[in-house]
């Protein structure tokens, strides 16, 4: 049932460009809409995505954001992670765009980034044409928005995964990560370990959802797919 229409959440320290996300966004998020249907929202759809820096095994100081949908670049920035608190920003989807629609967040860790000098702490920065070795894994998730709700997505950026042990952690809650040719599915703890570090296909370390419907944690991997985000928490 759809809640109570939410305002657009503030966010304890937004990167600058999320004061641009409302131009940027919702066209770009939106786009081959149908004007009837129960997909579509009365009241826009936000997205709070949280980068919250990882203390070990290297603490990032900054991040390189790409949002796409299909083959689509939405938008790229890079952030400055100093500081003692996360780093934000906002995805819109405008009223009357259908929130089933789906975008992937890519988020890649450094130590630092040329730039972000110029930049205090969880801002905007822009990215520089050549990106130093990263500090963590890759971490990628395809997700859709909360029908005219609010939803938080974490990102525990710098996560290694997959590098004490072969259980490369479990798969998200909706069970969308990928099903093997024996018909194993990805409920419950998942095996997914690789020979050296990394997820397996179909998972994403430190983001997303446990299949208990808990916030990923550090170095866990988790499904790259939620199956509807409204699972998310607020």
Do not use: W
Request: aromatic share 4%; proline share 7%; net charge negative.
């Amino acid at each position: 049932m759809q809640g109570a229409p939410r305002d657009m959440p503030p966010a304890r320290r937004r990167a600058a460009f999320a004061l641009a996300l409302g131009a940027l966004l919702p066209v770009a998020t939106g786009v081959i809409v149908s004007a009837c249907g129960s997909d579509v929202a009365e009241d826009p759809s936000y997205l709070l995505v949280e980068l919250v820096p990882v203390e070990s095994p290297a603490k990032p100081g900054a991040a390189r954001v790409v949002v796409t949908k299909g083959t689509t670049e939405i938008a790229a920035l890079c952030v400055n992670l100093a500081g003692d608190s996360p780093a934000s920003f906002v995805l819109k989807r405008d009223a009357g765009k259908p929130a089933s629609d789906r975008i992937d967040i890519e988020v890649l860790s450094f130590a630092t980034l040329k730039g972000q000098e110029n930049a205090g702490p969880g801002k905007e920065f822009a990215c520089p044409p050549a990106l130093p070795p990263l500090l963590g894994d890759v971490q990628t998730i395809n997700v859709d928005f909360c029908e005219a709700q609010t939803r938080k997505l974490v990102f525990h950026v710098g996560s290694v995964c997959g590098c004490e042990d072969g259980d490369a952690g479990t798969g998200d809650d909706a069970g969308d990560a990928s099903i093997d040719d024996a018909g194993g599915s990805d409920g419950g703890d998942v095996d997914a370990g690789p020979s050296s570090c990394g997820c397996a296909s179909g998972f994403s370390c430190g983001v997303g959802l446990t299949t208990t419907g808990q916030t990923c944690a550090p170095s866990t991997c988790c499904g790259a797919r939620l199956s509807s985000a409204c699972a998310l928490g607020t």
